[in-house]
């Protein structure tokens, strides 16, 4: 199943571990709208032709959708009844951190086996170096900057882009050096306004006519990046100020073919973990090395910042 917010790449994971599952003799099912759909028995068999020509696709043909009954015990056991019925053995989940919540719970309570793939824009997962579906959106958010600077230079105006990342800067702090942004405000740094209009004021007297600040939606430098924009207004009037919210777009389009790959590597890994008997564990890559990680750890230990990133963010925007 996929489940929480799609990611691109979600596709390519899903045909991975179908094909894998074909190429072991196993047989496989799908669970259309993620756990919602499991507890209203929403499941297909499915085959190495099911999957076919979707490697390149966005989103996921299994849909995705949150469920509030999942999180009763009652919606719990009519999704266990289920599976047992469709004489369904374990549990491949490609999702967030809530999606693992949910597969963590339900395999504890029906001691029934749960692997989890990380499919999330926001790269926000312990344990692995890299979720599916980041690096398209790094990618999208970058190529959007770029057409944003050409108009910022073109009117000399200071632009505002906020990108995903509701608890983390992953996104905004990769896509900002990426881009070339002048500042880029996250979650786990907190800049500042004083630093920032220092910042900017910086930049305006060694020369810069237009400038770009790249903001996670979860970046608490102001109330929201509309009040940003006008506090650096009324503090720096030779700045004409623009916001840019790029939104839904960078969960959308196909995904690249670095996440192409690592869904790939992953579905395989996911699969072959359960044939090993192994469960309640997530797939993650560290150091380009498939690894298993406990599920429960995953989801509460954070995935730290790289430190040097933030430093080359720092010297960049002198």
Do not use: W
């Not at 060694?206 to 102001?222: F, L, M, P």
């Amino acid at each position: 199943m996929t489940s929480g917010g799609d990611s691109p790449g979600m596709n390519a994971a899903l045909r991975a571990v179908v094909r894998t599952v074909a190429y072991y003799r196993l047989d496989c099912a799908g669970i259309y709208r993620g756990y919602q759909g499991l507890i209203e028995g929403d499941i297909v068999k499915m085959d190495a032709r099911s999957v076919h020509h979707i490697i390149q696709k966005g989103g996921t043909i299994l849909k995705t959708a949150r469920s509030n009954e999942f999180r009763t015990i009652e919606g719990r056991k009519k999704a266990h009844e289920n599976l047992v019925e469709e004489k369904i053995d374990a549990l491949i989940v490609i999702g967030g951190d809530g999606s693992f919540t949910g597969g963590m719970i339900f395999s504890k309570e029906f001691n029934f086996p749960v692997i989890g793939i990380p499919g999330t824009i926001d790269n926000d997962i312990f344990g692995t170096d890299f979720t599916i579906g980041y690096d398209t959106a790094l990618n999208t958010a970058v190529d959007v900057i770029d057409k944003i600077r050409d108009t910022a230079s073109s009117h000399n105006r200071l632009f505002f882009v906020e990108v995903m990342g509701r608890h983390a800067g992953f996104i905004a702090l990769n896509a900002g050096i990426g881009a070339g942004a002048e500042e880029i405000l996250i979650p786990e740094e907190d800049m500042g306004l004083d630093r920032l209009l220092n910042s900017l004021e910086k930049s305006r007297r060694s020369g810069k006519t237009s400038s770009i600040v790249v903001v996670a939606e979860g970046d608490k430098t102001g109330e929201n990046v509309f009040e940003l924009a006008k506090y650096v207004e009324d503090n720096l009037p030779q700045y004409e100020a623009r916001v840019s919210i790029l939104g839904h777009m960078q969960r959308g389009g196909s995904p690249s073919c670095f996440d192409r790959v690592l869904a790939s590597r992953m579905g395989v890994k996911a699969v072959e973990l359960l044939i090993d008997g192994k469960s309640n564990l997530m797939v993650g890559i560290q150091n380009n090395q498939m690894v298993a990680i406990d599920l429960e750890k995953a989801i509460k230990e954070n995935h730290s910042m790289n430190k040097e990133i933030l430093r080359i963010a720092e010297i960049m925007s002198v």
